[in-house]
C-alpha cells in the first residue's frame, strides 16, 4: 500500500490595521492511497467566505489554487477535493476523499487580506 506524504503550509497576509492574521495548520500528515483525509486550518479572527482558498503545490512547480471562497472548486480540481468552513469564521478544513498518488504535496491554506484596497500576503 502507498503512504501518501502531505506536507501542509499556511500563508497569511495582514489585516487593515497592520495587526497579523494568525493561520494554524498541522505540519505533516500521511495517509495511505484510498483513505480520506481532513486538513484543518484555523486563524485568530472571523475570515470572509471569499478570502479563503486552499492551494497545492508539487516539487519544483508553482501552487495551484484548487479551492476558493471556502468551498467552491476552481476548475480542473478533482471531485475529491472539498472545502468547508463558514463565512466570517475561524475554522475551516479541506478534505481529500479516496487520496491518490497524484495527491502528494504541499498544501497551503490562504488567508487573504487587503490594506488600503491592496492584496498583501505574508508566509
Same mark, same amino acid.
Given at each position: 500500500?502507498? +503512504?501518501? /506524504?502531505?506536507? /501542509? ?8 490595521? $497592520?495587526?497579523?492574521?494568525? @493561520?494554524?495548520?498541522?505540519? @505533516? ?7 480520506? @483525509?481532513?486538513?484543518?486550518? $484555523?486563524?485568530? %479572527? *472571523?475570515? $470572509? =467566505? ?17 479551492? =476558493?471562497?471556502i468551498r467552491s ?14 463565512n466570517y469564521g ?8 479516496? %487520496?491518490?498518488?497524484?495527491?502528494? *504535496? ?6 487573504? +487580506?487587503? /490594506? ?8
Amino acid at each position: 500500500m502507498n +503512504h501518501i /506524504i502531505i506536507f /501542509i503550509w499556511t500563508i497569511a497576509a495582514f489585516i487593515q490595521e $497592520s495587526r497579523g492574521v494568525t @493561520v494554524t495548520q498541522p505540519k @505533516v500528515k500521511t495517509v495511505q492511497q484510498g483513505q480520506s @483525509v481532513t486538513i484543518e486550518c $484555523s486563524t485568530d %479572527v *472571523g475570515i $470572509s =467566505y471569499n478570502n479563503l482558498a486552499w492551494y497545492q503545490q508539487k516539487p519544483g512547480e508553482t501552487p495551484k489554487l484548487l479551492i =476558493y471562497d471556502i468551498r467552491s472548486l476552481y476548475s480542473g480540481t478533482p471531485s475529491r477535493f472539498s472545502g468547508s468552513g463558514t463565512n466570517y469564521g475561524k475554522d475551516f478544513t479541506l478534505t481529500i476523499s479516496g %487520496v491518490q498518488t497524484e495527491d502528494t *504535496g504541499d498544501y497551503y491554506c490562504l488567508s487573504l +487580506h487587503s /490594506i488600503n484596497s491592496k492584496y498583501v500576503f505574508t508566509q
